[in-house]
């Protein structure tokens, strides 16, 4: 179940968790001016429109979801040197939900002023969300069988562990020159409790379907986000919580 008052999350971790990194590899003079950029809109305290990108996206996500809905959230990502992660947009024009409407009625308000930004309803309810094009051919490999067990019908974050490590995924990734990048994890909150159980096995889908069925099943929200490097290469990470 999405938690109504969570104000971080997922999209916070990730985007703070790259943030912290990133910073440290710049110059004294650089950070200071990175950290004004990054939190210079925050301070308008009655500002409708934000161009804040995933700090408040979270929180407009949770509002706009609440009480139970999921959905998945694809974007491309900047991979910048010298570290090469799959850095979120810097900045995305979003407004906050309104009071009135919910589902997939208040994602289109939150994202009406992003022009990358495209919402549309999924499978059962789901709500698909993508900003801009991110290279996505991995997401379409078929799974002809996942077996799940233990955390991994429980927790999203295993069921999505469970997945990469599939032999016919780990096979495409070479062959296309895709790379894996860890969870970023942040102490900042605690971790929100989700309910449900995902089947013991799953047959024939294809990663984005496999990724559906764990949104939904988790009421939860996941993202998929991923870069081209000059050299071919896609790095790419999947978060969810």
């Not at 938690?3 to 200071?32: C, H, M, N, W, Y």
């Not at 059962?124 to 993508?130: D, M, N």
Request: one cysteine or more.
């Amino acid at each position: 179940m999405v938690d109504r008052g969570s104000k971080s999350g997922f999209l916070l971790s990730l985007s703070v968790g790259v943030l912290i990194i990133a910073l440290a590899s710049l110059p004294s003079e650089s950070q200071s001016a990175a950290v004004v950029k990054a939190h210079s809109t925050t301070s308008e305290a009655n500002m409708s429109e934000s161009t804040q990108g995933f700090l408040h996206l979270s929180e407009y996500l949770y509002l706009a979801l609440a009480p139970d809905g999921s959905a998945r959230l694809n974007y491309s990502a900047v991979c910048e040197p010298p570290l090469y992660l799959p850095v979120p947009p810097r900045s995305i024009r979003i407004i906050p939900p309104p009071n009135s409407r919910g589902g997939l009625a208040a994602v289109k308000a939150v994202f009406s002023k992003e022009p990358t930004a495209r919402v549309a309803a999924g499978p059962g309810g789901l709500i698909r969300i993508a900003l801009g094009t991110p290279p996505h051919s991995i997401l379409r490999v078929k799974l002809p069988h996942v077996a799940l067990r233990g955390a991994q019908r429980t927790s999203a974050r295993s069921a999505i562990g469970a997945l990469l490590q599939l032999p016919e995924l780990q096979a495409r990734m070479r062959e296309e020159g895709y790379e894996p990048l860890p969870y970023l994890d942040s102490r900042l909150s605690a971790r929100r409790k989700l309910g449900g159980v995902l089947p013991s096995s799953i047959d024939g889908a294809t990663l984005d379907q496999a990724l559906d069925l764990i949104a939904l099943t988790f009421r939860d929200v996941i993202t998929y986000g991923a870069c081209s490097l000059p050299d071919g290469k896609v790095l790419f990470v999947i978060q969810t919580e």
